[in-house]
T-cell receptor
Framework: DTAVSQTPKYLVTQMGNDKSIKCEQN?????MYWYKQDSKKFLKIMFS???????INETVPNRFSPKSPDKAHLNLHINSLELGDSAVYFCASSHYGQGANYGYTFGSGTRLTVV | DQQVKQNSPSLSVQEGRISILNCDYT??????FLWYKKYPAEGPTFLISISSIKDKNEDGRFTVFLNKSAKHLSLHIVPSQPGDSAVYFCAASVEGGSEKLVFGKGMKLTVNP
């Protein structure tokens, strides 16, 4: 009965590889997000999709490409992984128009380690 | 440029006492302020929020106070319980700003039995 689920939970990979993180929500929300928590513990938004349409695209390298096949899924593909990509990536969801004041529901995170 | 700042990295209190977590912000356009709680290996969980038109919002043991002139908000937990031990994030948003939340770097609260 997990509300926002991410897979995998842990990911260790070598520099230069391409990897994907998947996210699914069963809350009936129409907006999904990817946040990155770096080594300094800041949570920063990367992307947001509303009904499969991109609405937020922060200053993120082109190696990161989100894909939303439907409003319940938002995947993150990362090409040519670099050491600096090591972080915890959180997926989240909300009803559009309510996220800013009622908050999002977050997944448990994917810890990516690039070696 | 940190728009939301949590300047104290940690706080330790005794069970039953009050915990006060502080947060400062720089962007006067923020309309909503939120607090999230995070346990290790879990995602942040929404705790409580406040609109910029209010100065206080209460939910059970949790109360958030907003001082717009000082660009400061605080979360009060009374009484504190050991289960409250977690990292607390302050966040802020602009209404109509594409639902983006701007987070502080978090503060670790430890409640000792």
């Amino acid at each position: 009965d997990t509300a926002v689920s991410q897979t995998p939970k842990y990911l260790v990979t070598q520099m230069g590889n391409d990897k994907s993180i998947k996210c699914e929500q069963n809350l009936g929300h129409d907006t999904m997000y990817w946040y990155k928590q770096d080594s300094k513990k800041f949570l920063k938004i990367m992307f947001s999709y509303n009904n499969k349409e991109l609405i937020i695209n922060e200053t993120v390298p082109n190696r990161f490409s989100p894909k939303s096949p439907d409003k319940a899924h938002l995947n993150l593909h990362i090409n040519s992984l670099e050491l600096g990509d090591s972080a915890v990536y959180f997926c989240a969801s909300s009803h559009y128009g309510q996220g800013a004041n009622y908050g999002y529901t977050f997944g448990s995170g994917t810890r990516l380690t690039v070696v | 440029d940190q728009q939301v700042k949590q300047n104290s990295p940690s706080l330790s209190v005794q069970e039953g006492r009050i915990s006060i977590l502080n947060c400062d912000y720089t962007n006067s356009m923020f309309d909503y302020f939120l607090w999230y709680k995070k346990y290790p290996a879990e995602g942040p969980t929404f705790l409580i929020s406040i609109s910029s038109i209010k100065d206080k919002n209460e939910d059970g043991r949790f109360t958030v106070f907003l001082n717009k002139s000082a660009k400061h908000l605080s979360l009060h937990i009374v009484p504190s319980q050991p289960g409250d031990s977690a990292v607390y994030f302050c966040a802020a948003s602009v209404e109509g700003g594409s639902e983006k939340l701007v987070f502080g770097k978090g503060m670790k609260l430890t409640v000792n039995p």
